[in-house]
């Protein structure tokens, strides 16, 4: 989602004024992409970015993911055999919302190698790794010191939509939960937000948390956390997915956890050695069981959260959705290998 590549199509088709395309045109005029090199500091400048364990993997069907806008809607269309969903296992690394900041590492043509701040894990400390069409960020000075001096927006809807006005008239591009976004401006019904291209637009103010800067959400209870994850019951399992397009086991924990200001690491086998060890029988809501191989040894490979009367809630597999299920019950196999709190 470039915003201002989606106002001028607009604008191409008669759907906006030139007032609305003015506005979040005006900022800067710097291209997504151009410019940027190994070492610099980065923004995600789509609704979800997605990255790749390398460059080329990518079949015709997830071209969706691949543009500056993306269409989530019609990748996951493209996605809806399981055996297409599941050819993603192990080819996508993870993924990183409108507004991520990343670290870029590498640039080969038209990919860049990136690692995304705020997604803990061992293989990197700076962040995950991963590579994504170059396209799809944007070297943001004027977005980099709003981030860090500005009050910010949380989208707590599964999805919304940037608009060109505080009504919620000139719809421009859906986003994401748990995207942030510095604020510019508020009305009592809306909030205008600026984007890492340079633009701006507006979020309905009840599809967002507003926080002062350096402020952070007010830590959950364990049920806070469930009520989160409760939101994306029947969304269809997507490997590397941190967003309302899609989780895997792990980034829906994370994304959860994320939601309330809680930092947890971004894998399932980096999460189980993170946190409060819980035996079974001291099991609360909002803490999360660890699957690995038959009789709960050698590695993680997955993870639920559970929300009481012995059962749990989690993201699959390719050919199912979140779900809840006894999780005792679930595990035909015997892999239960322990439980974390993570709160």
Not at 110 to 117: K, T
Not at 140 to 152: E, I, M, S, V, Y
Request: charged content about 20%; overall charge negative; aromatic content about 8%.
């Amino acid at each position: 989602m470039n915003l201002r590549r989606t106002t001028v199509a607009l604008l191409a088709a008669g759907l906006v004024g030139a007032s609305a395309g003015t506005a979040a045109a005006a900022p800067h005029e710097a291209a997504q992409g151009h410019g940027i090199e190994a070492g610099d500091h980065a923004f995600v400048d789509v609704t979800t970015a997605t990255l790749w364990v390398e460059p080329g993997l990518d079949r015709p069907v997830d071209a969706p993911s691949l543009t500056n806008p993306v269409d989530l809607d019609q990748w996951n269309r493209n996605l809806a055999d399981t055996e297409t969903r599941r050819w993603l296992t192990g080819k996508l690394e993870t993924q990183a919302v409108l507004g991520s900041e990343v670290e870029v590492t590498e640039v080969d043509g038209d990919w860049a190698h990136v690692v995304v701040e705020g997604q803990d894990t061992p293989r990197d400390d700076r962040g995950y790794p991963g590579w994504m069409p170059v396209d799809q960020l944007v070297a943001g000075d004027r977005f980099d010191t709003l981030t860090d001096t500005r009050p910010w927006a949380q989208v707590t809807d599964d999805k919304t939509w940037l608009t060109g006005t505080p009504t919620g008239a000139q719809p421009l591009s859906e986003i994401s939960f748990n995207t942030r976004l510095p604020v510019l401006a508020e009305t009592p019904t809306a909030v205008r937000v600026a984007l890492p291209d340079g633009s701006h637009a507006w979020l309905e103010q009840d599809a967002v948390d507003v926080y002062g800067q350096g402020e952070q959400p007010a830590a959950p209870a364990g049920d806070d956390l469930v009520a989160t994850g409760k939101q994306f019951l029947g969304l269809r399992y997507l490997w590397a997915g941190v967003s309302a397009y899609g989780f895997d086991c792990s980034g829906f924990t994370y994304s959860v956890h994320r939601a309330h200001g809680v930092s947890i690491p971004r894998d399932s086998s980096a999460q189980a050695a993170y946190g409060q060890d819980v035996a079974v029988e001291d099991l609360q809501p909002g803490d999360l069981l660890f699957f690995a191989e038959p009789g709960g040894v050698g590695s993680v490979h997955h993870v639920g959260m559970y929300v009481g009367d012995g059962r749990m809630i989690h993201a699959p597999n390719a050919s199912e959705s979140v779900s809840i299920v006894d999780w005792q019950e679930w595990d035909t196999d015997d892999e239960f290998s322990g439980a974390k709190r993570m709160i």
